[in-house]
């Protein structure tokens, strides 16, 4: 049994930046694929960025490439989402997850949320 809990949210201007963090309470992190989801009022759940078992393989949604960046530490049970350059699009309630992931040759190209997920943390975007 697991426990996410997802800090680091908040308010932010255009173009600024936000860290959120999900401290994972419970056995294993290191054994886990794990993954940060967004959800909009009225729109269906969808993948950020996710990262393999020891951090040497990531995913990003397309869009996201080369704003946001995901870390995790697994000496402290805790995953990262670096958010650059945030847009107001980019407002959402932010989830992290254990994942389940598709590769083909190597990269990962899908990811999934699995079975545990945290309470979620709001980002806003403002113009």
């Known amino acids: 049994q697991l426990e996410l809990v997802e800090s680091g949210g908040g308010l932010v201007e255009a173009g600024g930046s936000l860290r959120l963090s999900c401290l994972v309470r419970?056995?294993?992190?290191?054994?886990?694929?794990m993954g940060w989801f967004r959800q909009d009022p009225g729109k269906e759940l969808e993948a950020v960025s996710c990262i393999s078992l020891s951090g040497d393989k990531t995913y990003y949604r397309d869009s996201l490439k080369g704003r946001f960046t995901i870390s995790r530490d697994n000496t402290k049970n805790t995953l990262y989402l670096q958010m650059d350059n945030l847009k107001t699009e980019d407002t959402a309630m932010y989830y992290c997850?254990?994942?389940?992931?598709?590769?083909?040759?190597?990269?990962?190209?899908?990811?999934?949320?699995?079975?545990?997920r945290g309470q979620g943390t709001q980002v806003t975007v403002s113009s």
């Open positions: 997850a254990t994942v389940r992931t598709q590769e083909t040759l190597g990269v990962i190209d899908r990811c999934e949320a699995a079975t545990y």
């Open positions: 419970g056995r294993h992190f290191q054994m886990y694929h």
